[in-house]
């Protein structure tokens, strides 16, 4: 056996055995494996002498790297990176250049040699080409670092050079694929740069921005798109369109769909299968599914045949309206067809009669799946686990997470949430924590889910150091922890009223760089308003407007109900106006909120005018409106007043409800009328069937009330039973100042106790 060779010797033999092969011999290289270090690889990949064969360099490099475990452990020195990419770029070898940064981008992190040296160029190493800028561009954004490619496009356009067609694409598509409106808009602001720098977009660059403009629901943006096209010689396709329809649809959007497809057509562009399909998903999502339907029967008319995916959505769609039935007929339809149903076909059936209480047939599909030869996949197995959680069958759904697995399926994140979001229903917390920790021991990519479920779960049993104390370690098993974990757990603390805690975990978060959302902001506004700290909660109104987060209704309606709250409704109406001035329109439960603030400050004639003013308006009013005045009119001893809106609700078809009924029947009997009050409730009786009381047939259920309601009305009948009818209504008066609502029998034994009460009196006199 001959010695083993020295390194430089080896490094040698293995350079003229590259440069003496058209391809690679990989046979050769065989018999060297054992003596090839990382070292030696690193010099013959920066071989002068094999800078004119870079595919023959690039085809060892792979195999070294899937030969060698050494090499693949040790990332490719910088100094023989470059030599090799400008070999391979300058023999338009792009393509396997791409391929090598895609190896290397990964292992050059934290350092980013590369990067760096593509902004700040070393002197020692020839100055970056623009072939080498521009697949740096597209390697970088395949690495998902978008980031890093506009910097490298920045430097592009500093020193004047054009990016080509794909690169470009590319950058602005790795930009759309993390949405925000943030991203669009630098998506929007880099395509300025390139035009400036002579860019030529195409139909498919458009088609990328419209894309990043729907991701974030920025309709009116992305339909400006389909005009500006003209502009650049490129015209819109049905990608185009059928984006903007896809976003249209799913945000129920039908009459600007319409005048879409109006404009789309103008255009002598025609439907294609993709564009029907998606108007059937956007008809199925909102219900409309006699117009899925008709559109089905367009297509067919239009010589495009539905496919399955069409039927699927149909199916889906009937299965939600709770019509299995048809969802079946459907799916005998698609048969005769010869359009075999596939697993989501039958997954989408099972969901659906699994939802709508029958199970049998569930079953029955399952065993026609396994006849068709069509297998259970991740989806049927997680719908079912899904069932028996939603059953409270626990042990069932853990069954078939062990059958899932038998199965040769592994369960994913869907399979472990519902699990876990089932035992935190079960109030089994501590079993919810056992499958975290499982799902980290199998290796699962975590997500937020099962995270915040269990925080939730936390907060809600007021276990809040708990929840704390899983938030602190989220992150060292796996877990992102974003805005929705901190604003569970700061809900929490506000709930608890432990607001200097909230405001501590609010500053943790933004120390922690996890950037708070609307949702997260309107939470702390929220929780200072609740705490009668409504400046403080203008200070964060106005951090977020500096930020850039644009506030919603919530946010605006919070501060309102603060100034409410605290009483200084005079500040609420000057905040609200301001706020009008800045587009913000006010809602039902804007106004709501403003009529308790003069219904508690006791402006009742404020009231009652912001009330008229909002009807003249022709302004949405609902039941809470009515009986925030009903309740004050009530309180203020003008029944008829009151009684008088009772009747305008009905003309309105608002029905009246337990809190109505509270507020009448509390004031009136409160006031010595009792007669009045049993007449009002019979007659309530009479006119609406919800409302009749047929002994504990027709009573209000007890599913429907909650404990207390229950407890406290069983209490006030065993009074009245007792002729204790004095400390009955002592009761009732609490209840009411409570906002509890009662069981409508409670009214008539009080009622009924007081007429006896009245009668004993009387006869006593």
């Known amino acids: 056996m001959s010695s083993p060779l020295k390194q430089s010797q080896l490094t040698q033999t293995i350079i003229t055995l590259l440069s003496s092969s058209k391809s690679l011999p990989k046979s050769s290289l065989q018999s060297y494996l054992p003596q090839l270090t990382p070292s030696i690889i690193h010099s013959i990949l920066s071989s002068p002498s094999l800078t004119s064969r870079p595919s023959t360099l690039f085809s060892f490099f792979q195999w070294s790297h899937s030969h060698i475990p050494s090499f693949s452990t040790h990332p490719l020195p910088f100094p023989s990176l470059l030599p090799l990419l400008i070999s391979l770029l300058s023999h338009r070898e792009s393509h396997l250049a791409r391929s090598l940064l895609l190896t290397f981008i990964p292992s050059d992190h934290p350092q980013n040699l590369l990067h760096r040296h593509l902004l700040h160029p070393i002197s020692s190493f020839p100055q970056p080409s623009k072939e080498l800028l521009d697949t740096a561009i597209g390697a970088y954004c395949q690495c998902g670092k978008p980031h890093l490619a506009i910097q490298i496009f920045k430097k592009m356009k500093r020193i004047r050079i054009c990016p080509k067609l794909l690169t470009f694409n590319t950058l602005i598509n790795g930009l759309v694929k993390y949405p925000s409106t943030h991203s669009v808009y630098l998506c929007n602001e880099l395509f300025d740069d390139a035009i400036k720098l002579g860019f030529v977009p195409n139909t498919n660059t458009f088609n990328i921005l419209i894309r990043g403009y729907c991701l974030v629901y920025k309709y009116k943006e992305a339909n ?120 989501k076909t039958f997954n989408t059936l099972i969901n659906g009669c699994l939802d709508n209480k029958r199970s049998s047939e569930a079953f029955d599909l399952l065993e026609e799946m396994n006849k068709e030869g069509i297998k259970s996949d991740e989806s049927t197995y997680n719908t079912l686990i899904k069932w028996h959680c939603t059953e409270g069958r626990m042990d069932k759904a853990r069954e078939v997470l062990q059958r899932m697995e038998e199965g040769g399926l592994c369960p994913d994140c869907v399979s472990y949430n519902t699990l876990i979001s089932g035992y935190c229903k079960a109030g089994n917390l501590s079993e919810a924590l056992r499958i975290m920790k499982r799902i980290g021991a199998k290796g699962l990519k975590m997500d937020n889910f099962s995270l915040n479920t269990v925080l939730h779960t936390l907060c809600q049993e007021r276990k809040l150091d708990e929840a704390y104390e899983l938030l602190s370690i989220a992150h060292t098993r796996g877990y992102l922890v974003d805005a929705v974990s901190y604003g569970t757990l700061i809900a929490g603390y506000f709930r608890c009223g432990d607001m200097e805690k909230a405001l501590k975990l609010w500053d943790e978060m933004k120390e922690r760089d996890v950037i708070p959302t609307i949702v997260t902001y309107n939470i702390i506004i929220g929780g200072l308003c609740k705490s009668g700290k409504t400046q403080q909660a203008i200070a964060k109104l106005n951090e977020l407007l500096e930020k850039g987060i644009v506030p919603d209704e919530i946010t605006y309606n919070t501060i309102i109900h603060g100034y409410c709250w605290e009483g200084n409704i005079e500040k609420a109406f000057q905040f609200h106006n301001k706020m009008v001035e800045n587009s913000f329109k006010p809602d039902v439960y804007t106004c709501n909120i403003l009529l308790q603030g003069l219904s508690r400050g006791g402006m009742l004639e404020k009231a009652i005018k912001l009330f008229s003013m909002w009807i003249d308006k022709g302004k949405t009013i609902d039941v809470v409106t009515y009986n ?54 019979t007659d309530r009786e009479r006119s609406s069937e919800q409302l009749q009381i047929d002994n504990k047939e027709h009573e209000l259920r007890a599913d429907e009330l909650d404990p207390s309601s229950i407890a406290y009305s069983q209490q006030i009948d065993e009074l009245c039973a007792d002729g204790r009818y004095k400390d009955a209504m002592h009761i009732y008066a609490q209840v009411t100042q409570s906002s509890i609502a009662l069981q409508k029998s409670t009214y008539f034994s009080l009622i009924k106790g007081l007429i006896k009460r009245r009668k004993s009196i009387s006869k006593t006199g």
């Open 224 to 343: 400006e798109l389909l005009n500006r096209m003209s502009e650049f010689g490129c015209m819109p396709d049905n990608v185009s369109y059928n984006t903007i329809l896809d976003g249209l649809c799913k945000k129920g959007r039908l009459n600007d769909v319409r005048d879409l497809l109006e404009d789309m057509k103008g255009k002598g562009l025609v439907p294609n299968r993709n564009t029907y399909n998606i108007l059937v998903h956007g008809y199925c999502k909102i219900g409309w599914l006699k117009d899925a339907t008709q559109i089905v029967e367009l297509m067919t008319q239009s010589n495009i045949l539905p496919d399955v995916w069409t039927y699927n959505m149909l199916i889906d769609g009937l299965c939600n309206e709770g019509s299995v039935d048809e969802a079946f007929k459907i799916r005998d339809e698609m048969v005769g067809l010869k359009l075999l149903p596939d697993v």
């Open 628 to 681: 925030t005045l009903i309740t004050a009119l009530c309180k203020d001893q003008r029944f008829e007043d009151a009684l008088g809106l009772v009747a305008e609700m009905e003309e309105k078809n608002f029905q009246p409800d337990k809190y109505t009924h509270n507020a009448i029947v509390g004031a009136l009997t409160g006031a010595g009328r009792i007669k009045e009050a049993e007449e009002f409730m």
